[in-house]
């Protein structure tokens, strides 16, 4: 446990500190709601109705943005091949790592949303829909991208390869994720059955992520 | 404690480095490795570390922990150093501690017997190659395991460095380790020599 939770405190410090990577995703997902708006026009209904997909969309891509740098610094460094020598089995390393990559990038989207909830004409309740989906749904989007992530650990410039590999798996859950947050702003459905799906996938990337993520970086050790 | 291996073949992308490699290290002694660029001495301590797997042969530790692997029994100091230029000399070093775990010691004892007690809290940034170089052997005191896999260990290091270094590993096989020393140079201590064939 030690182990893990020296893993896990490095890396958010690392993703704290000058040049890592959580101020950045924060500052792209921000960049683009903000900027949407605009684009859209002043039509306030239609801005409160593209919200949740707005917020859902920047969320996914300003996570897609972060992980591509979750393996490959440490390849880069040699602190993989330590990584994959130690006792710790590389799937708790890679959960831990998973972990440590969603608390210092994912957390930060989340707390962001109200304030951009604000820019796109969604009310509190809305808001805060939103928010919940986010945080049941983004776990998702970084256990999957974390695979892409392994696989493209021994490629430069891995970030294209990544996005590719991985947005086929986070359509589930932004499909769920906005699903379930209109369901709870405009109805007619009910918000527990989207968002049942939502955690359920999220559940399932938890068991599937390090597994596979720790099989490709075997297979890519040479 | 006795590392050997047994008809090592290694082929790293489609072309064959080494076949036919016999080496035995007992307790207490150093192998070096020697040979020229690309003879693939590197790939024999990746090989050890279980980085790599060979195409045939077996590579074995007798004597160590049944329960562990010959990899979670050895330190590995390859070209790169592992450390994070966003953290200080000490935070890498107390992260590689808690992270290999087993048999630890004090961070700060592991940096003065290296001499960079007094850098303790720059950023790794900050640190010349020399420098980084001590703090990657300070690794290897903070954390104690049998078995130690050093490619090119003295490179970077000044004199003073070297001769400390010499000392570390005197130390070292003086409490039953052994050493795996991939290098061109002289080491400073006594060691048995494996030469690898240049490539074919």
């Given amino acids: 446990m030690t182990a893990l939770a020296a893993l896990i405190r490095r890396d958010i410090r690392i993703a704290l500190r000058v040049g890592g990577g959580a101020l950045i995703g924060v500052l792209f997902f921000l960049s683009v709601v ?18 949740p997909a707005i917020l859902w969309l920047g969320a996914l891509l300003a996570s897609l943005l972060t992980l591509d740098r979750l393996f490959t610094a440490d390849h880069e460094d040699g602190s993989l091949d330590l990584i994959v020598m130690s006792r710790t089995p590389l799937e708790l390393a890679c959960a831990a790592k998973a972990l440590a990559h969603w608390i210092a990038a994912g957390l930060p989207l989340i707390v962001a949303t109200p304030v951009l909830g604000l820019l796109l004409n969604l009310d509190a309740p809305a808001t805060s829909a939103v928010a919940l989906t986010l945080l049941a749904g983004t776990p998702a989007l970084t256990f999957t991208g974390m695979i892409g992530a392994a696989l493209a650990v021994t490629l430069h410039r891995g970030g294209l390869l990544l996005a590719v590999l991985v947005l086929p798996l986070s359509i589930p859950v932004l499909i769920f994720g906005v699903a379930a947050s209109e369901a709870a702003i405009t109805g007619p459905q009910t918000f527990g059955a989207p968002f049942a799906i939502l955690c359920a996938l999220s559940l399932f990337s938890f068991v599937i992520g390090p597994f596979a993520a720790a099989a490709s970086l075997r297979q890519g050790m040479d | 404690m006795r590392l050997s291996g047994r008809g090592v073949k290694c082929i790293r992308g ?9 080496f035995a ?13 690309g003879s693939g001495k590197t790939s024999l301590l990746r090989l050890i570390a279980g980085l790599l797997s060979p195409a045939e042969g077996t590579i ?30 000490l935070e890498n070093l107390i992260f590689w501690r808690d992270f290999l775990g087993g048999e630890v010691f004090q961070a700060g004892q592991s940096l003065e017997a290296v001499g960079l007690d007094h850098a303790a809290h720059l950023p790794a940034a900050y640190l010349s ?21 050093l490619d090119e260990p003295t490179a970077a290091l000044d004199a003073a460095g070297q001769e ?27 060691a048995r020599e494996l030469r690898i064939g240049a490539a074919t």
């Fill in chain 2, 60 to 89: 074995a530790l007798e004597g160590g922990d049944a329960e562990l692997m010959l990899a979670e029994q050895a330190h590995y100091l390859g070209h790169r150093d592992a450390l994070k230029p966003a953290l200080s000399v």
């Fill in chain 2, 129 to 149: 190659a020399g420098q980084r170089r001590r703090l990657s052997l300070a690794r290897l005191l903070a954390v104690r395991r049998p078995v130690w896999l």
């Fill in chain 2, 25 to 37: 290290a007992a307790a207490g002694e150093v192998l070096a490795v020697t040979g020229a660029n």
């Fill in chain 2, 164 to 190: 400390l270094f010499a000392g570390l590993m005197a130390d070292h096989l003086g409490r039953g380790g052994l050493i795996v020393a991939a290098t061109h140079g002289p080491l400073g201590i006594a």
């Fill in chain 2, 14 to 22: 489609g072309r064959q480095v080494f076949s036919g490699l016999d």
């Fill in chain 1, 34 to 51: 903000v900027l949407m708006p605009f684009a859209v026009g002043p039509d306030l209904k239609l801005l409160a109705r593209l919200g």
